[in-house]
């Protein structure tokens, strides 16, 4: 069983930065690879980036690419989503999400068996 706990939204003006963690609790967690999503009001959840476990593959979608960048680090099981130059179309609450096979890029339909709360990310005009 793994537990995953988001922190660090909030409320920022556009351009600015924000750095989302997620902490893991569970053995493994380490050997799992790790996503960000989005939900905004009435709209689906979408991917935002994805790590593999030994941080050798990342990847963004493209909405985020050049702004986000993801990171872990394994000895705190935490893995992070910095965020610059903020827009308000990021106004969404994120989860983050595990994957337990660990490896390989991102791809539609791929399952993370596992998810926080999520915590809300509101940027104001």
């Known amino acids: 069983q793994v537990q995953l706990v988001e922190s660090g939204g909030g409320l920022v003006q556009a351009g600015n930065s924000l750095r989302l963690s997620c902490v893991a609790s569970?053995?493994?967690?380490?050997?799992?690879?790790m996503g960000w999503f989005r939900q905004a009001p009435g709209k689906e959840q979408e991917f935002v980036a994805h790590?593999?476990?030994?941080?050798?593959?990342?990847n963004y979608a493209d909405s985020v690419k050049g702004r986000f960048t993801i990171s872990r680090d394994n000895n705190k099981r935490t893995v992070y989503l910095q965020m610059n130059n903020l827009k308000p179309e990021d106004s969404a609450v994120y989860f983050c999400?595990?994957?337990?096979?660990?490896?390989?890029?991102?791809?539609?339909?791929?399952?993370?068996?596992?998810w926080g709360q999520g915590t809300q990310v509101t940027v104001s005009s």
């Open positions: 790590i593999s476990s030994s941080s050798d593959v990342t």
């Open positions: 569970g053995r493994r967690v380490s050997e799992y690879a």
């Open positions: 999400a595990t994957d337990v096979s660990g490896m390989g890029e991102y791809y539609p339909g791929r399952k993370y068996e596992y």
